[in-house]
């Protein structure tokens, strides 16, 4: 089930300015119709009455016998022809006996219910309408009238009635012709609403842009100018930014300075213990050592994390990587029986690491270094856009690789896989380090040349 309060901000107000905008249309298009059809029956009544009118008044008894009055209208005299006209006595019964009818009845009647006989008799002398079924089923509209003429016992029912079909068409057609009106003012009504939408957000979309910028490294700081509603927020944006930027210039400093203090205590360590002989200067010079190595690694760590969370650096793959192959060919240049080690790398021209160009330099360094190390005459380096704010980097090399099983150790740090193997054994536990500082990985997987493929996943500038 879809949460409403995630959705869009756009298809929000657009959701919901449509759903109004359908309803008052659609209203109004009812509305309008039934309007339409109520004063074409008014009309059609008025016409009616005429002619009912015309029936009372020219109607005569004659030795008790009414006599309809001799009317000119020739749809009467047509059978039907959809215009009739019918008088009626009212029995002591309540029923209704015919007296005379129109030609166009030909073999049929008018036919009223008992319901409305009873709102005739109820109102005397009022006009009354009536819907009914006439001839051939058709629907008819009725206008009838209950009154006395002089000399008859009994009181009479005039009635006139017309085929209503004409009317109910009219107001079909005036309903379609409504309803495709109204359907082309409300596309364009929601058309609009879109492009107003759209229009009146456009200050929270170059907002959304520029925080992405700033993400990005293309920019500092939000630089607007927004509306008065927005200014506020572009304001505390910009002084968390100034905030953040402190906080990590203040840890980087701290950091600098603790490495600073423990690595001149180390070194002086170092120094005399080279100078001293025996058992006890060895342990300490190889303590001292590892400490140095301990307070490089988390100096480096803390570092990249500080970095990381920072937003402004954005550095270009392409030139690395050309600097590394040329530089890790002139160091491999002896081996594969002195032919040296070809490198072959790939990268387009605007892929952009997001940090520091010392890190990646240290990220790609290494990876390639530990390829050129173990590999025969072959590395293969591929840097690309993987996704959003994401960036592969891919190293192959022809060596003997690491068994599956062997893998993970090879991550940890110290770990040589080789002792005869010239290292420390910190190179790719260095760049696992780093990477997942930076919120990345390293995979270690086979390669198609043979030997080890080793696989970065790192942040990536857009843009």
């Known amino acids: 089930m879809l949460d409403f309060r995630k959705r869009s901000l756009v298809r929000r107000l657009v959701l919901l300015a449509a759903i109004w905008t359908l309803f008052v249309l659609l209203a109004a298009g ?7 059809r109520d004063a074409a029956i008014r009309r059609f009544d008025q016409s009616l009455a005429v002619l ?22 020739i749809r009467a005299t047509r059978a039907y022809s959809g215009r009739y006209w019918a008088i009626f ?12 009818r129109s030609r166009s009845l030909f073999d049929s009647d008018l036919m009223l219910s008992t319901a409305q006989i ?5 109102d005397p002398g009022k006009t009354l309408y009536f819907d009914m079924r006439g001839p051939q089923d058709k629907p008819l509209r009725a206008a009838a009238i209950l009154t006395r003429l002089p000399g008859h016992p009994d009181p009479v029912v005039f009635i006139a009635a017309e085929d209503r079909s004409p009317i109910d068409d009219d107001a079909d057609r005036f309903g379609r012709i409504t309803a495709l009106a109204l359907l082309l003012l409300g596309v ?52 968390l930014l100034a905030h953040n930027q402190e906080v990590v210039e203040r840890q980087r400093t701290h950091v600098g300075n603790l490495a600073h203090a423990l690595k001149t205590p180390l070194s002086v360590m170092l120094t005399e213990a080279s100078q001293q ?49 040329v530089t890790l060919e002139r160091i491999f240049q002896d081996k594969g029986d002195g032919r040296g080690v070809e490198i072959d790398w790939r990268c387009p021209e605007d892929l952009c690491f997001q940090g520091e160009r010392q890190d990646f330099m240290e990220l790609a360094g290494n990876v390639m270094e530990n390829a050129g190390k173990w590999s025969k005459a072959r590395i293969r380096a591929e840097a690309k856009a993987d996704g959003e704010g994401r960036m592969l980097l891919t190293v192959d090399d022809d060596g003997p690789g690491i068994p599956a099983e062997q893998r993970a150790q090879a991550l940890k740090r110290g770990q040589r896989m080789d002792e005869h193997t010239p290292g420390t054994g910190l190179g790719l536990s260095i760049v ?32």
């Open 432 to 463: 696992d380090e780093l990477a997942r500082a930076y919120g990345g990985s390293v995979t270690l997987d086979d390669s198609p040349l043979g030997g080890l493929r080793v696989v970065l996943s790192l942040p990536r500038a857009e843009g």
């Open 52 to 73: 009912t009118d015309d029936l009372y008044a020219g109607s005569t008894v004659e030795d008790g016998v009414v006599k309809a009055p001799f009317l000119t209208d």
């Open 30 to 36: 009812a509305f309008l119709t039934a309007q339409f």
């Open 277 to 325: 002989g025996g058992v006890l200067a060895e342990v300490v010079e190889r303590q001292a050592q590892t400490m140095r190595e301990q307070v490089d690694h988390h100096l480096r760590r803390a570092r990249a994390a500080a970095r990381s969370q920072t937003s402004g650096e954005r550095t270009p793959v392409e030139p690395i990587l050309d600097e590394l192959a």
């Open 118 to 122: 009873d709102r005739l008799t109820a």
């Open 89 to 100: 006595a009212q029995k002591s019964g309540g029923g209704l006996s015919a007296i005379e």
């Open 188 to 239: 364009g009504l929601i058309v609009a609403i879109v492009f107003q939408v759209r229009f009146g957000l456009q200050p929270i979309f170059r907002l959304r842009r520029e925080i992405a910028g700033v993400r990005s490294g293309k920019a500092e700081r939000l630089v607007g100018p927004y509306p008065e509603e927005l200014e506020p927020l572009a304001g505390e944006l910009n002084g």
